[in-house]
Nanobody
Framework: QVQLVESGGGSVQPGGSLRLSCAVSGSVIDVWNVGWYRRAPGKQRELVASMFSNGTTNYVNSVKGRFTISKDNAQNTASLQMDNLIPDDTGVYYC??????????WGQGTQVTVSS
C-alpha cells in the first residue's frame, strides 16, 4: 500500500522560508509524477509545483522563482523548498503521486501559515 507523509509545515513571517518533505512508502518515487498542491482558506486546491518522472518541472506563475520542487530517489522523498514566502502562500499543502494511467495517491497535508 502506497503511503505519503508530509512534514515541514509551520508558521513563518513574510520573506521567510520553509522546506516541505513528502516521505513515500510502499512504492518507488522514481516512477511517479510528483505534485505539490495547496488549499488556501476559502479556495479550491491548486497545483503549485509538479515534477514528471523524467524530471521536467512546472510551477504556477505565483510561485515561480520562489518555490523549487525536487526528488531524492535514494531517500524516496519529494521536497518543496519555499523561499520569500508571502501571506498568499498560506494554506494546507499536499503531496501527490500520479501516473499517466490515472492512479493517484495523496498525503494528509501539512499546514503553512505566513503572517507577520
Amino acid at each position: 500500500q502506497v503511503q505519503l507523509v508530509e512534514s515541514g509545515g509551520g508558521s513563518v513571517q513574510p520573506g521567510g522560508s520553509l522546506r516541505l518533505s513528502c516521505a513515500v512508502s510502499g512504492s518507488v518515487i522514481d516512477v511517479w509524477n510528483v505534485g505539490w498542491y495547496r488549499r488556501a482558506p476559502g479556495k479550491q486546491r491548486e497545483l503549485v509545483a509538479s515534477m514528471f518522472s523524467n524530471g521536467t518541472t512546472n510551477y504556477v506563475n505565483s510561485v515561480k522563482g520562489r518555490f523549487t520542487i525536487s526528488k531524492d530517489n535514494a531517500q524516496n522523498t519529494a521536497s518543496l523548498q519555499m523561499d520569500n514566502l508571502i501571506p498568499d502562500d498560506t494554506g494546507v499543502y499536499y503531496c501527490d503521486l500520479s501516473s499517466p494511467q490515472g492512479i493517484r495517491f495523496w498525503g494528509q497535508g501539512t499546514q503553512v501559515t505566513v503572517s507577520s
